[in-house]
């Protein structure tokens, strides 16, 4: 074996499991936050019937998912303090994972107790969440591109989504599942008192296995080196060159996909625990049970397929049948909302919605994965993820007033919709190099 075929992308061989290990490791510490945020505090709300529009207003506290483009600059220029030694990429993870323990904390102490107690302490800590989880996110993304870009984008890609998902089962459905044992040690699963003890305690505990973030960052590979950005100007300013070189007129284009191509289940999610708890019955357990824990092996199937798919086939055919099945699995929703409180049916949506998301995310981190430029991978994944993520907040911001006007299934019926614009786009946003993408026609 010649000493070029030797390494991937300055890794050797015999640390490429190590480095799809680390990935998966990582993908679990980027998405608990993401996952204590956005459905465990959604459930939470939920159970003690905080309405619909007031749960999607919250929606806006993850706003610096979207906007974590104006500082991930950073990330490429400077190494994180205190943790310096670990180099550029996990010096950054170690220390947001480390300050992610105590702010998931200080969250889950100042939730709400009842329907009357105020929304704005649990926002703003929310918020402060949001930008230390968008700002790991970005450490994670950009090490996984720095390391991986140019050989393994779809094992990476599906080592990420599936620790990513392991954090949704392992976490956000233990504590979905926990709630009412463990109130019952504080007086009782029908206690108010006992159940916010509960759901403190139980994120609370979520946010401190956090820790195994600070743990990957000792043990994963550091990418390697290239040279450093040099300057805010350089980090700022040369990843948008970069990108505007790379597509030209298209550019524009692949903004757009980078917007809409995830909003069907971006928006469809933020209105999923108060549409299976408040709409159609669901217990927390129930939700806890099949949405999170029974969703889960399907996830990963669906992701180890998505990864296998973008190798064998090609990135472009692998997008657009994922991205057809992502919108079409929606409709799933809308057969629940006519069905009412059907287990049968309820599990049947749940494996199809999982299945379908697991292709897609694998996918589509594959395409911005390939999109980006290594030296600038914190930056221009930061820009490709936070439109993506800033759609999601603005459009998650409104849509418990919409599913007040609309109902259910006309909301669900829209987040479909939502999702056919990008798919007609896509031949056209697809990296030059892709052989598998349709040329672009003038």
């Known amino acids: 074996m010649s000493e070029s075929a ?67 600059p950073l990330l490429d220029c400077y190494r994180a303090p205190g943790f310096a030694f670990l180099g550029l990429r996990r010096s950054w993870i170690a220390l947001l994972c480390t300050l992610l323990v105590v702010a998931i904390g200080a969250m889950a102490w100042c939730g709400p107790a009842t329907l009357s107690s105020p929304l704005l302490p649990v926002a703003i800590l929310g918020l402060g969440v949001a930008i230390l989880s968008a700002t790991l996110d970005a450490a994670v993304d950009a090490h ?60 609370g505990c979520g946010g401190a296995a956090m820790l195994i973030g600070v743990l990957a960052a000792f043990l994963a590979p550091e990418p390697p080196r290239r040279a450093p950005v040099r300057g805010l100007n350089e980090a700022m300013i040369e990843p948008v060159q970069s990108f505007i070189r790379a597509f030209g007129s298209r550019f524009l284009l692949v903004i757009l996909v980078a917007l809409m191509f995830r909003l069907p289940d971006l928006l469809g999610n933020r209105m999923t625990m108060p ?15 099949i949405r999170q824990a029974g969703g889960f092996a399907m996830t990963i199937f669906g992701a180890l397929i998505g990864g296998f798919c973008v190798l064998r086939f090609g990135l472009f055919r692998s997008l657009l049948v994922f991205g057809a099945l992502q919108v079409a699995s929606n409709a799933g929703y809308i057969v629940l909302a006519q069905t009412g409180k059907s287990m049968p049916t309820f599990v049947g949506v749940i494996a199809t919605e999982s299945f379908c998301n697991g292709l897609v995310s694998a996918a589509f981190v594959a395409y911005f994965m390939e999109l980006c430029e290594p030296k600038f991978a914190a930056a221009q994944y930061a820009i490709l993820s936070g439109l993506m993520y800033l759609a999601g907040a603005v459009v998650g911001g409104v849509s418990g007033f919409l599913v007040e006007q609309v109902g259910y299934e006309w909301f669900f019926g829209i987040s479909i919709l939502v999702g056919l614009p990008p798919l007609a786009l896509l031949p056209w946003a697809m990296p030059t190099r892709n052989a598998t993408a349709p040329p672009m026609t003038t």
Not at 19 to 43: H, K
Not at 152 to 167: K, Q
Not at 280 to 289: A, N, P
């Open 144 to 203: 996984r591109t720095d390391a991986a870009s140019g050989v393994i984008e779809g094992p990476a890609a599906s080592a990420f989504v599936m620790g990513y998902r392991v954090a949704f089962v392992s976490i956000g459905a233990l504590i979905l599942m926990l709630v009412p044992t463990v109130a019952e040690i504080f007086g009782g699963a029908s206690d108010p008192l006992a159940r916010e003890m509960a759901w403190r305690i139980l994120i």
């Open 6 to 72: 030797s390494k991937i992308v300055g890794v050797p061989v015999v640390s490429k499991k190590r480095l799809v290990v680390a990935i998966g490791v990582l993908g679990f510490a980027s998405g608990l936050p993401n996952v204590l945020l956005n459905d465990t505090l959604s459930a939470w709300l939920a159970d003690i019937n905080v309405p619909a529009s007031s749960i999607g207003l919250l929606a806006f506290a993850t706003l610096p998912y979207g906007l974590k483009l104006l500082w991930a």
């Open 275 to 289: 549409f299976l708890k408040q709409e159609i019955g669901f217990t927390v357990e129930d939700i806890g049970l």
